[in-house]
């Protein structure tokens, strides 16, 4: 594992009693150097009670281990004291680590220590189910911000205690709900007039600075309903306003500004979900952003939830392509004893896979390809093993340190200025954004590869793809009709072909089962197409159409927690098939399988192939092949034994599948060449090959 890997890590996971607070122990554990530790102190009173060092004193519980749970793997809960704490800062700083004060803005009813929110309950917010945690934008009785407040405080912490910087998540940046359901309290309504000037019904303003519940509901409805892009807009400008407050103070005296994303929210979720625009927020000054990619414990912990693994982890390609020069981690999430769950045990070829899937989420940056994360963060670090650190270490350096010559997958075409007129597009009518088009694409197994922005278009090779073309300004437009190096596909409303009749298509269709009807087309396809159209009619004649709930899409059920999906107008399955049949079938691909493969193209003839499997079973693919294979070696520790591959039919023969290839003599006879191997992937888990052409 190389330096630019990160550790989230609670006290519990180092020693109080080791002069150095157990560092080198630890390093020597884990057989790297990480760049950075966020130390886990859980609970944001270590700031907001923070009184300076003169004298010692022992952490709360829920400092010195998350929620001040008693244990982890190997030994109980310790009390650490501030000068302990201080200690290992220094000890993280000498061997040249970061350190980061990590913090949440829960808050626990004085469960764990007395809390200082008691004494300012005029800072929890207050939405339609009740008071919540602390809302680090609201205002004390005295008119003052808490933004003001913090800003000292961290100061002050982050100086005594010898951090590099602030790490911040749940429940503080982001906020516990979606503004949908949040905080509709006097001081946020206040706030929101002043700043969007925006004139509120009579009945409304005689009753601020009353926040009885009827208030907040009366507040809610009306704004969501009437005012609801002002209310995002106001929470945009509010966000950039915290974080430029706080990031300014903390740059000029040298430490970093780091935030979780908005509950495993890519951007335009986050930003019609939470008013949070990561590039606001860059601008403001915020150093790093880690995104949430956790879709395995995530699913494992609440079954009913579904698979939301595709989503999860192509927000932070969605993020990096929005923002490229920008710094962005990952989330590694291996186990949390707290959280109780554990795929580092429990479930180790998902953790495989959720590693290979992070490595592969590529960017092309001009004319480069990279990972879509500058690194990954472990959480949460405590309780491994130093065979499991071997274990995830091997992974890793095969995983995050091959950065591909192509990608040969369909390219996703990202642009800025559709990215923020589908916002008032999607108010109306819940039309679905690029990221749902790609996770629901790859929820059907198709492949897709980097995503590029419009910008750096004329670097791009191969086939591309394009949600949402409609919204494009006229002249990215233009340099998508006029793109000539693979198939393009795009979707748009209904209608809009006929409308601009400059677009020649050679596939054309409408999604007829929806209820808000998109419609896509294809130009610059390599094939004879009256098979693939052919297949579209059937799908679908043979078609049903999703479920729609009922009523204005404006007017739908807007949930105050990111575990319920964002509503979208939905796709139909047909329709969603019919995009990847026309991507697998219109495009001139190198490597074929029924299964979900990423091929990329590395040196000297080679090509990396990544053969994923979903479900939890044992799956055999054949992975064919145009060109005939010279040699398949395993990167991934499995296979053990040599692959198996694949002859091509004689005329009138049978092809083989994957369970009668497996049968086969690993030994090719003199005349036979192979066109393709057989990959028998574990259960959730991911298989690698170098492949060399002849």
């Not at 910087?165 to 503004?179: K, N, T, Y």
């Not at 491994?384 to 091997?394: L, S, V």
């Not at 591309?464 to 233009?478: A, R, S």
């Not at 601009?500 to 054309?508: F, M, V, Y």
Request: glycine content about 6%; hydrophobic content about 35%; overall charge negative.
């Amino acid at each position: 594992m190389n330096k630019k890997h990160y550790i989230w890590m609670p006290l519990i996971g180092f020693d109080k009693d080791q002069p150095d607070k157990g560092v080198d122990q630890y390093i020597k554990s884990a057989g790297f150097t990480p760049k950075g530790v966020s130390v886990f102190l859980f609970h944001s009173d270590i700031v907001n009670q923070h009184e300076g060092m003169d004298r010692e004193f022992v952490l709360h519980p829920d400092n010195c281990s998350y929620y001040g749970a008693p244990r982890n793997e190997f030994k109980e809960r310790q009390d650490w004291t501030n000068y302990d704490l201080r200690t290992l800062a220094h000890s993280l700083s000498d061997k040249n680590i970061e350190a980061y004060l990590g913090i949440m803005g829960v808050y626990l009813e004085n469960t764990r220590h007395y809390e200082w929110e008691s004494d300012h309950p005029e800072l929890l917010s207050i939405g339609v189910n009740g008071k919540m945690n602390l809302n680090v934008l609201k205002r004390f009785k005295d008119g003052t911000y808490y933004e003001d407040f913090f800003a000292e405080k961290i100061e002050k912490t982050l100086l005594d205690y010898g951090f590099a910087g602030l790490h911040v998540s749940d429940f503080f940046c982001p906020p516990e709900h979606s503004i949908s359901n949040g905080d509709f309290s006097s001081d946020l309504i206040d706030q929101f007039v002043n700043h969007s000037k925006v004139e509120l019904p009579e009945s409304i303003k005689s009753r601020l600075g009353f926040d009885e519940q009827s208030d907040i509901e009366e507040r809610q409805k009306y704004i969501w309903t009437n005012l609801r892009r002002e209310w995002i807009d106001f929470y945009g400008w509010r966000w950039e306003s915290f974080w430029g407050k706080i990031s300014s103070r903390l740059h000029a005296i040298g430490k970093k500004v780091m935030i979780n994303n908005a509950w495993c929210s890519d951007p335009f979720e986050a930003l019609y979900r939470y008013g949070i625009d990561y590039r606001r927020l860059y601008r403001a000054g915020v150093d790093i952003l880690v995104a949430e990619t956790v879709p395995t414990g995530s699913e494992l912990l609440v079954p009913g939830r579904g698979s939301r693994f595709h989503q999860f982890m192509t927000m932070s390609q969605c993020m990096k392509a929005f923002c490229p020069e920008d710094t962005l981690l990952t989330l590694l999430g291996v186990k949390d004893c707290t959280e109780e769950w554990d795929i580092l045990h429990h479930a180790p070829p998902r953790l495989e896979k959720d590693m290979y899937t992070l490595a592969t989420l590529y960017v092309q940056n001009k004319d480069k390809f990279a990972p879509g994360t500058d690194g990954y963060m472990v959480t949460l670090g405590d309780g491994i093993t130093e065979d499991e650190w071997t274990w995830i270490g091997e992974r890793g350096k095969h995983a995050f340190e091959i950065y591909p010559k192509k990608v040969l997958a369909p390219t996703v075409i990202w642009s800025d200025n559709a990215h923020y007129a589908l916002l008032d597009e999607y108010i109306k009518t819940r039309r679905p954004s690029l990221h749902k088009h790609i996770f629901d694409l790859k929820n059907a197994d198709t492949t897709l590869g980097a995503v590029a922005r419009i910008d750096d278009l004329e670097n791009v090779d191969g086939t591309i793809f394009v949600p949402n073309f409609d919204l494009l300004l006229d002249d990215e437009k233009e340099k998508i009709l006029s793109y000539n190096k693979g198939l393009v596909l795009c979707t748009a409303p209904a209608g809009f072909v006929e409308e601009n009749p400059q677009i020649k298509c050679d596939i054309c269709f409408e999604d007829t089962l929806a209820g808000y009807k998109l419609c896509a087309f294809a130009f610059n396809a390599s094939n004879d197409n009256s098979s693939i159209i052919s297949e579209v009619s059937k799908l679908f004649a043979e078609g049903e159409a999703p479920q729609i709930p009922e009523g204005n899409p404006k007017d739908w059920f807007d949930a105050p927690f990111f575990s319920v999906l964002l509503p979208f107008n939905p796709m139909s399955d047909a329709f969603i098939k019919s995009l990847a049949l026309v991507l697998r079938e219109a495009s001139d691909n190198l490597f074929t399988s029924k299964a979900w493969i990423l091929p990329v193209e590395l040196e000297n003839n080679v090509y990396r192939i990544y053969v994923f499997n979903l479900p939890n079973f044992y799956e055999r693919y054949d992975i064919m092949c145009k060109k005939p294979l010279d040699k398949v070696v395993p990167v991934s520790k499995y296979p053990v034994m040599p692959p198996k591959f694949v002859v091509p039919p004689k005329p009138g023969e049978l092809k083989l599948d994957g369970a009668k290839a497996e049968s086969m003599k690993i030994g090719l006879a003199s005349d036979e060449i192979p066109f393709g191997f057989v990959a028998k992937v574990p259960p959730g888990g991911v298989l690698v090959f170098d492949v060399t052409l002849r």
